[in-house]
């Protein structure tokens, strides 16, 4: 059974409907730029790093916590000096690793099959430069730059900071070395998606606190180092 439509009624709103339509698509839109959550950040204060044993001291910020490098530490007594500087609050970390040069180290090396495998090897001073910038060179795929710069502390300690532009797993690399005794070397991680525009807050904050640690840093073996 059909029901009486009332067709007069319906093409009485017509008009109404055009014009409305009329306007919505006339109407001036405004696009919004990308926006981020607003970071609090911590008042800066520093709190030495002095362990018995360690052939470095430096000042860290105490808004951080420094831990023994899990990858090695338990399973590697060659590699007994590496640390960790965690930054809970911005998912971040900074890796540090120390070799002894003429000493032994683990490395991976390729196997004939592709595969690497950890072999015990020496530490030569050339060979760690070369390798410190090689890996700041795989960041080249997804890096918009990459710029190296030597510094040199009023502590006497000479190095190379790498900053690395783009979308990198890593944007601050540095390295420091006496050339004959000691090589030093750290990276800055956060455990997120790389996206260089919502972490470039937090890594212009961390910088300062990189520079700290830098020109804070000694040799506690080296002739004329803090004992």
């Keep these: 059974m059909m029901t009486n439509f009332k067709w007069p009624i319906v093409l009485g709103l017509w008009p109404v409907a055009c014009c409305f ?5 006339n109407s001036t839109y405004t696009s919004k730029k990308t926006g981020y959550f607003k970071i609090d950040f ?9 362990k018995e044993g ?19 530490f338990d399973q590697d007594v060659h590699n007994p000096y590496w640390i960790n500087i965690d930054f809970p609050q911005f998912s971040g970390r900074i890796f540090l690793s120390y070799k002894a040069i003429g000493g032994q180290s ?39 730059s990459i ?9 006497g300690i000479t190095g190379v900071f790498f900053r690395v532009g783009g979308n990198a797993a890593t944007a601050k690399q540095f390295f ?27 890594q212009d904050f961390l910088q300062k606190d990189i520079d700290h640690l830098i020109n804070t840093f000694k040799w506690t073996n080296s002739a004329g180092s803090v004992k």
């Design 42 to 50: 911590p008042e800066r204060k520093y709190m030495s790093f002095q």
């Design 21 to 25: 339509f009329l306007l919505a698509c």
């Design 176 to 202: 420091m070395s006496d050339t004959t005794k000691n090589f030093f070397r750290g990276a800055l991680y956060f455990d997120v998606t790389p996206n260089a525009d919502s972490l470039k807050p937090v």
């Design 147 to 155: 710029k190296d710069s030597l510094f040199h502390t009023q502590n």
């Design 106 to 144: 683990t490395y991976k090396v390729k196997q004939a099959n592709g595969v690497y495998k950890d072999s015990l090897g020496i530490n030569v001073f050339d060979f760690m430069v070369n390798d410190a910038f090689k890996l700041t060179n795989k960041n080249e795929s997804v890096a918009s």
């Design 54 to 72: 360690f052939p470095y001291t430096f000042e860290y910020p105490v808004y951080a916590q420094v831990i023994k490098d899990s990858t090695y």
